[in-house]
């Protein structure tokens, strides 16, 4: 089985630039995460979907951070204009139900350079 | 506010003893957690998890202990090998929502 697919693995932008990570679930998993991992720190979310619909979103920096998930597959996570703290490693994450014993899995993850 | 918390930033291990690296929980509703390991430049693997109605799980070389009056969890892993030298982080999960601690960097000297 396929894992968690992101692209791209690696961008560097300039502070007030915009930039956008794209990811795909492991097939057939309803739930999808996105997780902002500074260094030296755990994963924190930012934003949970059930299909194509928004569980949480309570930690998504709204003026500057929008996420969507069509069709219930694929996500895209877009941050403008882009700041010096949002350089982090943004990882994506799929499980298969929202059922508590559900593992989630992971992506390789996008490394973000704002210079 | 850190509900999941990993004191231990690092650990070094001879190969072939026991490692354990702890994980504190202050969230009493929790009722599910995980490990995960972690090489650079990837994203986190599912290592094991444990039910918050079992007190321990094991996995091959991988235990997990849980003690919920203390809201404490370890991972046990012996023997200790190279390869598992990455970071460890451990997870908490309220039904739909995972909490991480910041991480375990595990060293495995040979």
């Known amino acids: 089985e396929a894992g968690v697919a992101q692209s791209p693995r690696y961008k560097i932008i300039e502070k007030r630039q915009s930039v956008a990570f794209w990811c795909n679930p492991i097939s057939g998993h309803a739930t999808l995460y996105w997780y902002q991992q500074i260094l030296g720190q755990g994963p924190k979310l930012l934003i949970q979907?059930?299909?194509?619909?928004?569980?949480?979103d309570s930690q998504l920096p709204k003026d500057r951070f929008s996420a969507e998930r069509l069709k219930g597959v694929d996500s895209t996570l877009k941050i403008q204009p882009a700041k010096l703290e949002d350089s982090a490693v943004y990882l994506c994450?799929?499980?298969?139900?929202?059922?508590?014993?559900?593992?989630?899995?992971f992506g390789p993850g996008t490394r973000l350079t704002v210079l | 506010d850190q509900q999941v918390k990993q004191n231990s930033p690092s650990l070094s291990v001879q190969e072939g003893r026991i490692s354990i690296l702890n994980c504190d929980y202050t969230?009493?509703?929790?009722?599910?957690f995980l490990w995960y390991k972690k090489y650079p430049a990837e994203g986190p693997t599912f290592l094991i998890s444990i039910s918050s109605i079992k007190d321990k799980n094991e996995d091959g070389r991988f235990t997990v202990f849980l003690n919920k009056s203390a809201k404490h969890l370890s991972l046990h892993i012996v023997p200790s090998q190279p390869g598992d030298s990455a970071v460890y982080f451990c997870a908490a999960s309220d039904f739909n929502k995972f909490y991480f601690g910041s991480g375990t960097k595990l060293n495995v000297k040979p």
């Open positions: 979907f059930q299909n194509n619909g928004v569980v949480d």
């Open positions: 994450a799929s499980r298969r139900t929202g059922g508590s014993t559900d593992t989630q899995y």
């Open positions: 969230n009493s509703m929790f009722d599910y």
